[in-house]
Nanobody, 119 residues
Framework: QVQLVESGGGLVQAGGSLRLSCAAS????????MGWFRQAPGKERVFVAA????????SYAESVKGRFTISRDNAKNTVYLQMNNLKPEDTAVYYC????????????WGQGTQVTVSS
């Protein structure tokens, strides 16, 4: 069973930047994709970004395109989310997850890390 641990959240002013990390544990780790999701208070968890583990192909939610960048370090079993030009509406708990196969759903959710953007 893969375990994911997110870190890097915090409080930042609008226009600022944060870099989230998600480290995966496990003897063998080779998912199809890794993804970031977020959940704002009173709202459902939504997709933010994802990256394929082998080729590094990326996809983003429209709301973060041009501001967020997802990357991975295969040697460290870690995925990152660089968040620039943060807005108050980016405030949420951010989660990472694993998609083990192309036809599978994301799972093995981490505990989440809080990102708060003040105006």
């Amino acid at each position: 069973q893969v375990q994911l641990v997110e870190s890097g959240g915090g409080l930042v002013q609008a226009g600022g930047s944060l870099r989230l990390s998600c480290a995966a544990s496990g003897r063998t780790f080779s998912p199809y994709r890794m993804g970031w999701f977020r959940q704002a208070p009173g709202k459902e968890r939504v997709f933010v970004a994802a990256i394929t583990w082998s080729g590094g192909s990326t996809s983003y939610a429209e709301s973060v395109k041009g501001r967020f960048t997802i990357s991975r370090d295969n040697a460290k079993n870690t995925v990152y989310l660089q968040m620039n030009n943060l807005k108050p509406e980016d405030t949420a708990v951010y989660y990472c997850a694993v998609q083990s196969g192309a036809l599978r759903s994301f799972g093995s959710w981490g505990q989440g890390t809080q990102v708060t953007v003040s105006s």
